[in-house]
């Protein structure tokens, strides 16, 4: 079997693991959405300041700096004389995939089509089969069975781009539908094919986390940065385990939409004066920062 190819290493290159909050995730949202504003490149004294800014600590920002750099999302590079960092393809390519994700969550409608991903992968490929599944589970995918995932199917190219990077594509074969039979209902059917109850916990979590946003007035672009980069750190995993299930489908009671226009509102009051401050905060590149080579 083929290795994964080198040219599709950026679908492998996802915040699976990602832990929000912790100062590696942070540092991915600044480069994701400020960084890449910017041209995709930073020196390293404005880097470090943009994270301390957060709270972050400066041993702190190293380390997330060699994680970002082992995991492929960040280059070296000089430029100007000033030391600083290059957002690389690869990492580009995630940001620009997981963009219509987190600032246009997706829901699907009754009678949209479904995506279904049927593999039976070997046992001399366990460690690929279990990595197909867990990056399945994290783009929202749905488990029918040990060797049949279901989603929508907006999401059928994300799939299959994971796919083909684990060289999987001999073992796969989807399918493209438009009518379920199941034994029960719909509703108990998705309740056993995704952990509702966890999807459910993180909207709860973001809404009693972040809500406060909205009573907060007349916040300056600092503060409009500083409220909206732990807020968009903790809401972009969400719309990559939530597929959109449409509303028959879903608890009485499912707080998505609650939590989807809670971050709406808040990219809309935050996201252009939270830019403006970032470049304005290191437009002369003349103040001193922290070294974090």
Known sequence: MNSPRPDLAGAVLDDI??????????ARTVLGAYVRDLGGWLAIADFGALL??????EQSTRTAVTRLKSKGVLDAES????????????????????????????QMADGDA??????????????????????????GCGTVSAGLWICPEYLAAEAATIVTALALDDYVTSFRATDLTVPGTLRAAAAQWWDLPAL??????????????????NLTDRQAFEYF???????RIIPYL??????????????GP????????????????????????????????????
């Open 114 to 139: 479904w995506h279904l991903i049927s593999f039976g992968i070997p046992e001399s490929l366990r460690a690929a089969r279990h990595q197909l599944r867990r990056r399945l589970s994290s783009i």
């Open 229 to 235: 980069v732990p807020l968009l750190d903790e809401w």
């Open 17 to 26: 693991d990602s832990r929000p909050g912790s100062a590696t995730s942070l």
């Open 52 to 57: 301390a800014g957060l709270g972050v600590p």
């Open 79 to 106: 430029r100007g004389g000033r030391s600083g960092y290059r957002i690389t393809a690869a990492a580009e390519a995630m940001y620009t995939r997981g963009d219509p994700r987190i600032f246009g969550f997706r």
């Open 242 to 255: 939530d597929p959109g299930l449409p509303a028959p489908m879903l608890p009485a009671d499912w707080p």
């Open 200 to 217: 459910a916990e993180r909207h709860r979590a973001f809404l009693a986390n972040h809500g406060d946003i909205r009573t907060r007035d």
């Open 258 to 293: 609650a939590s989807v226009r809670l971050f709406a509102e808040a990219q809309q009051r935050c996201l252009a004066p939270s830019r403006r401050w970032v470049q304005a905060s290191i437009g002369d590149g003349s103040k001193p920062g922290i070294l974090i080579h």
